[in-house]
Nanobody, 124 residues
Framework: QLQLVESGGGLVQPGGSLRLSCAASGLTLDMYTIGWFRQAPGKEREGVSSISSSDGSTYYTDSVKGRFTISRDNAKNTTYLQIDSLKPEDTAVYYC?????????????????WGQGTQVTVSS
C-alpha cells in the first residue's frame, strides 16, 4: 500500500526553523518526483518546492527562495523540507506529494499520491 506520511510540523516563533519530513512506504522514493505544497486557511493549496526523480534538480516558488531547502535521502525513503526564517505567512498545512513525472513541478495535477499533511504555525 502506497503511503506518504509527513511529520515535523509545530508551533514556532517568527524567524525560527523547522524540518519537515515525508516518509514513503509502498514506493521507491527515488523513482518519483516529490513536491511540497501548503494550504493556509481560506486559501488554495499552493506548491512551494519540488525535487526531481531524474537528476535531483530542485525548484522553489519565489516566496520561499532562500528560506526553504528540499532534499531527499533515498536510503531512508524520505524527503525533507528545511524551513528557515519562518514568517507568519508561512502558517499552513504542509503536504508532500509524489509524481511519476521525471521533472520538477509544483502543479497539483501532476501529483497522484498525497500525504495527510502536517500543521506549521508561525506565531509569537
Amino acid at each position: 500500500q502506497l503511503q506518504l506520511v509527513e511529520s515535523g510540523g509545530g508551533l514556532v516563533q517568527p524567524g525560527g526553523s523547522l524540518r519537515l519530513s515525508c516518509a514513503a512506504s509502498g514506493l521507491t522514493l527515488d523513482m518519483y518526483t516529490i513536491g511540497w505544497f501548503r494550504q493556509a486557511p481560506g486559501k488554495e493549496r499552493e506548491g512551494v518546492s519540488s525535487i526531481s526523480s531524474s537528476d535531483g534538480s530542485t525548484y522553489y516558488t519565489d516566496s520561499v527562495k532562500g528560506r526553504f531547502t528540499i532534499s531527499r535521502d533515498n536510503a531512508k525513503n524520505t524527503t525533507y523540507l528545511q524551513i528557515d526564517s519562518l514568517k507568519p505567512e508561512d502558517t499552513a498545512v504542509y503536504y508532500c506529494a509524489a509524481s511519476r513525472f521525471a521533472v520538477v513541478s509544483i502543479s497539483r495535477v501532476n501529483y497522484a499520491y498525497w500525504g495527510q499533511g502536517t500543521q506549521v504555525t508561525v506565531s509569537s
